[in-house]
């Protein structure tokens, strides 16, 4: 979670930063909104044992990824690059039957805590990366330390790449630019004749 808000503030910084405004975010006309809402939801709902945390996994990359293919048709931009980043989270995660997290991660980024459950009682939805896991790079082997404290994957990095682009292209909208463009060539225009 932690991540997800530092990702959201630190786009909303660089927005200001090239000269957007938060206030442009509500003229994007990003659809399927929520699909998303209820993808998110689905991932982060604690649901006990083992084969219904999982079906509702694949459930929620169904919403995600058409949220995501809808956005792209749309033009919305950083959609394509969410695309990918649920992609290859279902990928790893449909390959293992689970999300395979590495024991090296969470050590680097201090989550002892999170280690000794998934060592004692492992999880439906993530489970400590062991010898018979596949494509194990695409698993949450990236560790970020602390104040975050999180091991993350190849596919988080992409989504959270994309919701960033989304912020900072929408406070930047080209709308807001061509509409200074066009205000101060009518004056112009108007000098001349």
Do not use: C
């Amino acid at each position: 979670m932690t991540l997800i808000v530092s990702t959201l503030v630190l786009a909303g910084m660089l927005g200001l930063l090239l000269g957007g405004r938060p206030s442009n975010l509500a003229r994007l006309r990003i659809r399927w909104v929520p699909a998303a809402v209820v993808g998110l939801a689905l991932q982060l709902a604690p649901v006990p044992g083992n084969t219904w945390p999982l079906l509702l996994l694949y459930v929620s990359f169904a919403l995600l990824a058409w949220f995501a293919i809808v956005n792209i048709h749309s033009r919305v931009p950083g959609a394509w690059l969410i695309l990918v980043g649920i992609w290859l989270n279902f990928t790893v995660i449909a390959v293992n039957q689970g999300m395979p997290v590495s024991r090296e991660a969470l050590v680097r980024s201090d989550q002892m805590e999170t280690l000794e459950l998934l060592v004692e009682e492992g999880g439906a939805k993530h489970h400590l990366a062991g010898p018979s896991d596949q494509v194990l790079f695409l698993g949450d082997v990236i560790a970020i330390g602390p104040p975050v404290r999180q091991a993350v994957s190849a596919g988080d990095v992409f989504t959270y790449a994309g919701v960033a682009w989304l912020i900072v292209a929408g406070m930047r909208s080209r709308r807001d630019e061509e509409s200074s463009v066009v205000g101060t060539s009518e004056p112009e225009a108007s000098r001349a004749a």
